[in-house]
């Protein structure tokens, strides 16, 4: 059996150091938020999970490389340089969302804590988003999947998902906007099948019929569901529940169920655009 082999340029190269950097800044946030706590808020458990798991996917990933594990990935299982090439992607766009989030509702002029903890976020981003630009202006990195277009709005809609089911909020005692979360909660898990099943490239092509039909069978179940929440949501949730004159943004219950509304909008344009070029791609219309 070969010994494992070590490769020093994962750490030392610029992709290594910029791995270092960001782990890094994930776990100096993550400790910053752990002490400014707010720990029944949900969108403080949200940014704790979000600057948990980014850098420890960014550790492992980092680890993979550094024992040239990823090159026996590749031969049997994905295409290595599309999948953390969408992790960066996934990353930048999770770090961003708690970014906007602590500005949103835990910055005022005097909360030096949530001033810290939007700054370091914010460099978290900004370090994901220079591996995600660097990543898709290398030609020497393949982008099958993940960050390709496809995969971008797969990716986009678990995100815009995940916002919504963590949003959720008023809802007791209201069928229509029970219906609502099970219209939300439905296409998720799916969503993330898709994902995982287009990574596998191996277990792609095992399957008993084609993936492109079974994806489009989902999208219009998903868009048939988000179109009936972007009706039920808005008349249900605000319909004699007019904006409070005093809102404060971490409290608001009529805001975050503006959060909802918007984002229920922007899924089911998303869920929309994937339907369509899915159809395109199964119809045989694919770009040159």
């Known amino acids: 059996m070969d010994k494992v082999k070590f490769s020093p340029s994962a750490l030392t190269g610029r992709r290594g150091c910029l791995h270092i950097a960001e782990i890094l800044m994930c776990a100096l946030t993550f400790g910053v938020g752990y002490i400014w706590s707010h720990p029944f808020h949900t969108y403080w458990i949200y940014c704790m999970v979000i600057w948990a798991l980014c850098p420890l996917l960014t550790l492992v990933i980092t680890i993979i490389e550094m024992l040239l594990i990823h090159k026996l990935i590749l031969s049997f299982c994905m295409d290595w340089d599309d999948f953390t090439t969408g992790m960066a992607m996934m990353s930048s766009i999770c770090t961003s969302s708690c970014t906007v989030m602590f500005a949103n509702f835990y910055v005022c002029r005097r909360c030096v804590w949530g001033w810290c903890v939007t700054i370091l976020s914010a460099v978290c981003c900004i370090l994901y988003c220079v591996e995600m630009v660097r990543d898709k202006c290398d030609s020497t990195r393949s ?6 277009f496809p995969g971008l709005v797969k990716i986009l809609e678990a995100f815009v998902g995940c916002i919504i089911l963590i949003s959720l ?27 995982i099943t287009n990574i596998m490239t191996k277990l792609k092509k095992c399957l008993p019929c084609g993936i492109d039909r079974f994806a489009m069978v989902f999208l219009v179940i998903s868009v048939v569901l988000y179109a009936s929440a972007a009706l039920l949501w808005p008349i249900y949730s605000f319909r004699g529940n007019p904006r409070p004159k005093e809102c404060p943004g971490d409290s608001c219950i ?4 503006f959060v909802v509304t918007i984002m229920t909008y922007i899924n089911l344009g998303l869920y929309a655009i994937d339907l369509i070029f899915t159809c395109c791609g199964i119809c045989g219309f694919r770009g040159p």
Do not use: F
């Open 254 to 257: 009529w805001s975050i169920q």
């Open 169 to 195: 909020i008023g809802y007791v005692g209201k069928p229509a906007l029970l219906w609502c979360i099970v219209a939300y909660a439905v296409p998720l898990p799916l969503t993330l099948l898709l994902i």
């Open 143 to 148: 982008s099958t999947y993940m960050s390709a």
